[in-house]
């Protein structure tokens, strides 16, 4: 067999095929080094990549319109079962739990409580589910494309608040056709809703990694949300409960991880600002009178979740789309 330092022209001078010996035992980021190669999806430093992001908000709304149309195109009722669907839902949970089981007794306007549970609530939900999928149904794209992966989960939380957005007319008709005076108090709903905005991005995003790497996880998500539900006081009053259970009595810890569940403060302050038969009936009846702990989880939890979960996905922004 022809050695290498043997090969060259018929004079003996060699053609220079091999410029320098390979170096077996050289680390591939010192090759890359030594000849000036850069990593093509490279993560940019956080302040460089925020301002990318927001450089495509346009992007990020014309991708979150066009898909809040595409999901409905198939059927002939199109966009109304934006609204069709929480309302139905809602209809379910009265007829069982509010017929059947009698969990609306003592709660005033139980219908309005409960469409506003089931709006709000689907709002995270829908959020979460659809956060998880939103790098695997994608890959395509992010193949195929340079930009800043987080405006993927982004645009899944801008489909979610212009579906709300639709469905809060349905909210405010039932609000007001059940006798609810327009009041002042009502303005209050808007600092709540872009603090579960803010929790629902944060959130999102978390998914968007987890769901990135674990396709698994979008199968065991329909028995978290389910059971987030029920802990979260979107078909009955934990106020309510949390006066009339002996167990919550005797263990306050319990009331304390409850009374912290953010998706139970969102929904709390939303009935809270527009129904005020309900929040008299917190305030006299349950003694309820303060809602300042409340509002600082609100804001904690907005903030928090927020800015842990962008960071979150930002870290690994190299990764998505690999594989």
């Known amino acids: 067999m022809s050695h290498p330092e043997r090969l060259g022209s018929p004079g003996g001078e060699s053609v220079g095929t091999i410029a320098e010996p390979p170096h077996v035992n050289e680390k591939l980021s010192d090759y890359a080094a030594r ?11 956080l302040r460089k990549y925020i301002r990318d992001v927001w450089a495509r908000r346009n992007f990020i709304w014309a991708f979150a319109s066009a898909k809040n149309i ?4 198939d059927s002939r009722l199109g966009q109304v079962w934006q609204v069709l669907t929480p309302l139905l839902n809602a209809a379910v949970y009265y007829l069982i739990f509010g017929l059947l089981l009698k969990l609306s007794r003592g709660i005033p306007d139980f219908i309005p409580f409960l469409v506003t ?3 709000l609530f689907g709002f995270t939900q829908r959020s979460v589910t659809a956060g998880s999928k939103s790098v695997g149904d994608n890959l395509s ?10 405006t993927l989960p982004l645009a899944i939380a801008v489909v979610e608040l212009q579906q709300l957005l639709l469905s809060l007319i349905v909210l405010f008709a039932i609000i007001l056709a059940f006798g609810e005076p327009l009041t002042l108090y009502m303005l209050l709903f808007i600092p709540i809703l872009m603090l579960q905005l803010m929790f629902n991005v944060g959130i999102s995003m978390v998914m968007a990694r987890l769901g990135a790497f674990n396709r698994d996880i979008t199968q065991l998500l329909p028995f978290v949300m389910r ?37 139970y403060v ?29 509002w600082l989880y609100a ?22 789309g690999r594989g």
Do not use: C
């Open 70 to 73: 595409s999901m409905y195109s």
């Open 227 to 263: 059971t987030w539900l029920y802990a979260s006081g979107v078909i009955f009053s934990l106020p309510q409960l949390m006066n009339s259970s002996s167990l919550l009595k005797d263990h306050p810890w319990l009331t304390e991880v409850l009374e912290a569940n953010p998706a």
């Open 35 to 45: 000849h000036g190669l850069r990593q093509s999806a490279a993560r940019p430093p």
């Open 117 to 119: 549970g089931v709006f």
């Open 299 to 320: 804001v904690g939890w907005g903030v928090a979740m927020l800015i842990g979960g962008f960071y979150f996905f930002y870290r690994a922004e190299e990764r998505y």
């Open 141 to 150: 794209l992010i193949r195929a494309l340079h930009f800043p992966r987080a």
């Open 266 to 294: 969102f929904l709390e302050l939303a009935r809270h600002s527009l129904l005020g038969e309900y929040r008299n009936y917190v305030e006299t009846s349950l003694g309820m009178t303060s809602m300042s702990q409340l």
